[in-house]
Protein backbone atom coordinates (compact mmCIF):
# COMPACT_ATOMS: atom_id res chain seq x y z
CA UNK A 1 0.00 0.00 0.00
CA UNK A 2 2.57 2.58 0.87
CA UNK A 3 4.64 1.30 -2.31
CA UNK A 4 1.66 2.30 -4.11
CA UNK A 5 0.29 5.52 -2.58
CA UNK A 6 3.79 6.99 -2.77
CA UNK A 7 4.40 5.74 -6.48
CA UNK A 8 0.92 7.85 -7.36
CA UNK A 9 1.65 11.02 -5.74
CA UNK A 10 4.99 10.75 -6.91
CA UNK A 11 4.17 11.92 -9.94
CA UNK A 12 2.58 14.93 -8.81
CA UNK A 13 5.66 15.78 -6.67
CA UNK A 14 7.54 15.64 -10.28
CA UNK A 15 5.52 18.05 -11.18
CA UNK A 16 5.11 20.45 -8.42
CA UNK A 17 8.67 20.72 -8.58
CA UNK A 18 8.69 22.64 -12.40
CA UNK A 19 5.67 24.72 -11.10
CA UNK A 20 3.28 22.77 -13.22
CA UNK A 21 -0.27 22.76 -12.82
CA UNK A 22 -2.42 19.06 -11.80
CA UNK A 23 -5.77 18.26 -11.58
CA UNK A 24 -6.77 15.12 -10.09
CA UNK A 25 -9.84 13.85 -10.29
CA UNK A 26 -10.59 10.56 -8.33
CA UNK A 27 -13.81 8.49 -8.76
CA UNK A 28 -15.25 6.22 -6.35
CA UNK A 29 -18.44 4.82 -8.36
CA UNK A 30 -20.42 1.69 -6.36
CA UNK A 31 -22.70 -1.12 -7.89
CA UNK A 32 -24.05 -4.27 -5.97
CA UNK A 33 -21.29 -5.05 -3.12
CA UNK A 34 -18.15 -3.75 -5.29
CA UNK A 35 -17.24 -0.66 -7.63
CA UNK A 36 -14.10 0.83 -8.99
CA UNK A 37 -11.66 3.78 -8.13
CA UNK A 38 -10.48 5.96 -11.02
CA UNK A 39 -8.53 8.58 -10.90
CA UNK A 40 -6.96 11.06 -13.33
CA UNK A 41 -4.20 13.50 -13.60
CA UNK A 42 -5.32 16.48 -16.30
CA UNK A 43 -1.70 17.78 -17.07
CA UNK A 44 -1.12 21.30 -18.81
CA UNK A 45 1.58 22.02 -21.17
CA UNK A 46 3.93 22.71 -19.68
CA UNK A 47 4.11 19.08 -17.32
CA UNK A 48 4.05 17.81 -20.54
CA UNK A 49 7.23 19.35 -21.78
CA UNK A 50 8.70 18.68 -17.86
CA UNK A 51 8.03 15.25 -18.68
CA UNK A 52 8.84 14.53 -22.19
CA UNK A 53 8.14 11.38 -23.80
CA UNK A 54 8.17 9.47 -20.35
CA UNK A 55 4.40 10.69 -19.36
CA UNK A 56 3.78 7.04 -18.05
CA UNK A 57 6.90 6.41 -16.23
CA UNK A 58 6.96 9.61 -14.21
CA UNK A 59 3.66 8.05 -12.05
CA UNK A 60 5.77 5.14 -11.26
CA UNK A 61 3.67 2.48 -13.29
CA UNK A 62 4.83 -0.61 -12.08
CA UNK A 63 4.26 0.06 -8.66
CA UNK A 64 0.91 0.85 -9.18
CA UNK A 65 0.91 -2.19 -11.90
CA UNK A 66 2.04 -4.52 -8.62
CA UNK A 67 -0.51 -3.42 -6.79
CA UNK A 68 -3.26 -4.42 -9.39
CA UNK A 69 -3.96 -0.82 -10.88
CA UNK A 70 -4.82 -0.60 -14.35
CA UNK A 71 -3.17 1.86 -16.24
CA UNK A 72 -4.58 3.69 -19.39
CA UNK A 73 -2.90 4.93 -22.36
CA UNK A 74 -2.16 8.50 -22.02
CA UNK A 75 -4.32 10.45 -24.02
CA UNK A 76 -3.16 13.97 -25.16
CA UNK A 77 -5.05 16.75 -25.02
CA UNK A 78 -6.17 19.49 -27.84
CA UNK A 79 -4.36 22.35 -25.99
CA UNK A 80 -0.93 20.11 -25.95
CA UNK A 81 -1.30 18.91 -22.47
CA UNK A 82 -2.05 14.89 -21.50
CA UNK A 83 -4.66 13.09 -19.59
CA UNK A 84 -3.34 9.72 -17.56
CA UNK A 85 -5.60 7.33 -15.88
CA UNK A 86 -5.25 4.42 -13.41
CA UNK A 87 -8.23 2.33 -12.07
CA UNK A 88 -8.77 -0.91 -9.79
CA UNK A 89 -12.10 -2.61 -8.74
CA UNK A 90 -12.96 -4.27 -5.95
CA UNK A 91 -15.36 -6.78 -5.42
CA UNK A 92 -16.00 -5.99 -1.61
CA UNK A 93 -17.52 -3.21 0.03
CA UNK A 94 -14.61 -3.40 2.83
CA UNK A 95 -11.86 -3.40 -0.34
CA UNK A 96 -13.23 0.20 -0.82
CA UNK A 97 -11.00 1.45 2.21
CA UNK A 98 -7.86 -0.66 1.03
CA UNK A 99 -7.95 0.62 -2.39
CA UNK A 100 -8.20 4.54 -1.26
CA UNK A 101 -5.30 3.65 0.76
CA UNK A 102 -3.56 2.42 -1.95
CA UNK A 103 -4.16 5.46 -3.74
CA UNK A 104 -3.57 7.80 -1.20
CA UNK A 105 -0.29 6.51 0.77
CA UNK A 106 -1.02 6.68 4.84
CA UNK A 107 -0.39 10.48 4.82
CA UNK A 108 -2.12 11.63 1.76
CA UNK A 109 -5.42 13.70 1.15
CA UNK A 110 -7.94 10.83 1.08
CA UNK A 111 -8.24 9.36 4.94
CA UNK A 112 -10.65 7.17 6.18
CA UNK A 113 -12.71 6.32 3.39
CA UNK A 114 -15.34 3.42 4.29
CA UNK A 115 -18.30 1.88 2.38
CA UNK A 116 -20.76 0.59 4.20
CA UNK A 117 -23.96 -1.58 2.65
CA UNK A 118 -27.12 -3.20 3.98
CA UNK A 119 -29.54 -5.30 2.47
CA UNK A 120 -33.61 -5.74 3.38
CA UNK A 121 -35.85 -7.42 2.14
CA UNK A 122 -37.31 -4.83 -0.84
CA UNK A 123 -33.77 -2.49 -0.52
CA UNK A 124 -30.17 -2.29 -0.37
CA UNK A 125 -29.06 0.90 1.73
CA UNK A 126 -25.29 2.25 0.86
CA UNK A 127 -23.27 5.03 2.88
CA UNK A 128 -19.60 6.18 2.33
CA UNK A 129 -17.96 8.36 4.47
CA UNK A 130 -14.15 9.77 4.94
CA UNK A 131 -12.09 13.07 4.79
CA UNK A 132 -10.32 14.70 2.15
CA UNK A 133 -7.85 16.70 2.93
CA UNK A 134 -4.88 18.93 1.33
CA UNK A 135 -3.07 19.12 4.94
CA UNK A 136 -1.44 22.33 6.17
CA UNK A 137 0.10 24.01 3.87
CA UNK A 138 -0.39 21.72 1.28
CA UNK A 139 1.45 18.72 3.11
CA UNK A 140 -0.51 15.81 1.96
CA UNK A 141 -1.17 16.71 -1.70
CA UNK A 142 2.93 16.81 -1.77
CA UNK A 143 2.91 13.42 -0.20
CA UNK A 144 6.74 13.50 0.85
CA UNK A 145 5.60 11.94 3.97
CA UNK A 146 5.03 8.83 2.20
CA UNK A 147 7.83 8.38 1.69
CA UNK A 148 9.99 8.16 4.95
CA UNK A 149 13.34 7.46 4.13
CA UNK A 150 12.98 10.15 1.36
CA UNK A 151 14.35 12.17 3.48
CA UNK A 152 17.60 10.54 4.27
CA UNK A 153 18.38 10.41 1.18
CA UNK A 154 17.93 13.75 0.27
CA UNK A 155 20.48 14.51 3.33
CA UNK A 156 23.44 11.84 1.58
CA UNK A 157 23.37 13.96 -1.31
CA UNK A 158 23.76 17.50 0.49
CA UNK A 159 20.17 18.54 0.36
CA UNK A 160 18.17 20.36 3.11
CA UNK A 161 14.83 17.97 3.15
CA UNK A 162 12.70 20.67 5.16
CA UNK A 163 13.55 23.11 2.40
CA UNK A 164 12.06 20.53 -0.34
CA UNK A 165 9.16 19.84 2.08
CA UNK A 166 8.23 23.38 2.04
CA UNK A 167 8.97 24.13 -1.31
CA UNK A 168 6.71 20.95 -2.30
CA UNK A 169 3.70 22.43 0.05
CA UNK A 170 4.04 25.58 -1.35
CA UNK A 171 3.57 24.68 -4.96
CA UNK A 172 1.04 21.88 -4.02
CA UNK A 173 -1.19 25.03 -2.62
CA UNK A 174 -0.63 26.72 -6.04
CA UNK A 175 -0.37 24.12 -8.71
CA UNK A 176 -2.41 20.88 -7.54
CA UNK A 177 -6.46 20.56 -7.46
CA UNK A 178 -7.84 18.06 -6.30
CA UNK A 179 -11.63 17.05 -6.96
CA UNK A 180 -13.22 13.52 -5.68
CA UNK A 181 -16.70 12.22 -7.31
CA UNK A 182 -18.90 9.45 -5.47
CA UNK A 183 -21.36 7.73 -7.53
CA UNK A 184 -23.61 5.88 -5.12
CA UNK A 185 -26.75 3.48 -6.52
CA UNK A 186 -29.93 5.07 -5.94
CA UNK A 187 -28.55 8.79 -6.53
CA UNK A 188 -27.36 11.40 -8.45
CA UNK A 189 -23.49 11.55 -8.30
CA UNK A 190 -21.77 13.77 -6.57
CA UNK A 191 -18.65 16.06 -7.08
CA UNK A 192 -16.88 17.99 -4.47
CA UNK A 193 -14.17 20.27 -4.87
CA UNK A 194 -11.26 19.47 -2.18
CA UNK A 195 -9.69 23.04 -1.10
CA UNK A 196 -6.74 24.15 0.47
CA UNK A 197 -7.07 25.04 4.08
CA UNK A 198 -10.44 23.10 4.91
CA UNK A 199 -10.78 19.12 5.03
CA UNK A 200 -13.83 18.02 3.27
CA UNK A 201 -16.20 15.72 4.75
CA UNK A 202 -17.52 13.26 2.90
CA UNK A 203 -20.60 11.25 4.25
CA UNK A 204 -22.92 10.51 1.30
CA UNK A 205 -26.20 7.52 1.61
CA UNK A 206 -28.18 6.05 -0.82
CA UNK A 207 -30.84 3.59 -1.46
CA UNK A 208 -32.15 1.63 -4.16
CA UNK A 209 -34.85 -1.41 -4.39
CA UNK A 210 -33.45 -4.64 -4.27
CA UNK A 211 -35.58 -6.35 -7.05
CA UNK A 212 -33.65 -9.91 -6.74
CA UNK A 213 -34.67 -10.93 -3.74
CA UNK A 214 -38.60 -10.80 -4.17
CA UNK A 215 -38.00 -12.58 -7.40
CA UNK A 216 -35.98 -15.10 -5.91
CA UNK A 217 -38.09 -16.17 -3.26
CA UNK A 218 -41.80 -15.69 -5.75
CA UNK A 219 -39.79 -18.67 -7.80
CA UNK A 220 -38.96 -20.37 -4.62
CA UNK A 221 -42.30 -20.53 -3.40
CA UNK A 222 -43.84 -21.38 -7.23
CA UNK A 223 -41.16 -23.91 -7.42
CA UNK A 224 -42.50 -25.22 -3.99
CA UNK A 225 -45.88 -25.24 -5.05
CA UNK A 226 -45.48 -27.32 -8.39
CA UNK A 227 -43.55 -30.31 -6.31
CA UNK A 228 -46.21 -30.22 -3.74
CA UNK A 229 -48.92 -30.23 -6.09
CA UNK A 230 -46.93 -33.02 -8.16
CA UNK A 231 -46.42 -35.19 -4.61
CA UNK A 232 -50.04 -34.91 -4.13
CA UNK A 233 -51.44 -36.11 -7.59
CA UNK A 234 -48.89 -38.73 -6.78
CA UNK A 235 -50.31 -40.21 -3.49
CA UNK A 236 -53.88 -39.95 -5.20
CA UNK A 237 -53.28 -42.09 -7.99
CA UNK A 238 -51.65 -44.53 -5.45
Known sequence: MRRAGWGFFLFTVVLLLGGCRVDATVEARVHGAGGVVTTRFLLDREAVALLGGAVGEGAQTSDLSQAGWEISPVRQTSDGGAEVQVSKAFSRTGDLAVVMGELAGPAGPLRGFRLDRSRSFTKASYRLRGTADLGEGGAAAAGFANAPDLSARLRDAGVDPRRVEELL?????????????????????????????????????????????????????????????RLRRRSSHT
Not at 181 to 198: C, I, K, M, Q, S
Not at 207 to 227: F, K, Q
Open 169 to 229: NTRALEGFHLRLVVDLPGRPTETLEVRPGAATTVDLSSETGDRARPVLLAVAVLSGLIVLL
